[in-house]
């Protein structure tokens, strides 16, 4: 993990190493812009409302489960997120939110796949770095907390269903 902040933006990158799914296969997972939801399962629901899928330009629609604490119901966070590039051959992304009620404001993240550094074909390295200004009500640790956990179902989530793929082909 690494961060930097500053008054002005906070700064930081997530990562993992999956040891049994291909980077052709994430990628596959992960340019499946509307479908988030299929990873992470705190989303309540992720669809498209701009575009078409996967493609540059298009927007989609997160929403997270409302959540029950002490009897008292809390409105759930929500957020559009343009794909604003796409590099298949490099295997990275890059969206940024442009509407939310989650405190994010100026967010851009970038995704990125790439091939372990031991040369296993079988793995892969996942990226997910990110630039926002500060959230109010949270410290860039916790946010950092949130994308490693985050990161770490999404895609334990992915291999699942990469394997799942592998085997009935």
């Given at each position: 993990?690494?961060?930097?902040s500053s ?71 929500w957020s ?90």
């Open positions: 993990m690494e961060k930097a008054p002005e933006k906070w700064q930081a990158k997530v990562s993992t190493t999956l040891t049994k799914a291909r980077p052709d296969q994430i990628w596959l997972l992960f340019t499946d812009f509307f479908n988030l939801h299929k990873w992470l399962p705190t989303l309540g629901t992720c669809h498209g409302v701009h575009g078409n899928n996967g493609e540059p330009g298009c927007i989609r629609f997160c929403s997270s489960s409302s959540i029950r604490s002490n009897s008292v119901e809390s409105a759930a966070g559009k997120e343009k794909l604003v590039a796409v590099d298949p051959v490099e295997r990275v992304m890059r969206y940024e939110i442009v509407e939310s009620n989650i405190g994010f404001e100026s967010y851009v993240s970038t995704v990125k796949i790439s091939p372990r550094e031991d040369g296993d074909v079988d793995g892969c390295v996942i990226e997910w770095s990110f630039t926002v200004d500060p959230v109010r009500g949270l410290s860039l640790d916790d946010l950092v907390m949130k994308y490693e956990k985050a990161l770490e179902v999404i895609t334990k989530n992915m291999e699942e269903e990469a394997l799942t793929r592998r085997e009935s082909s």
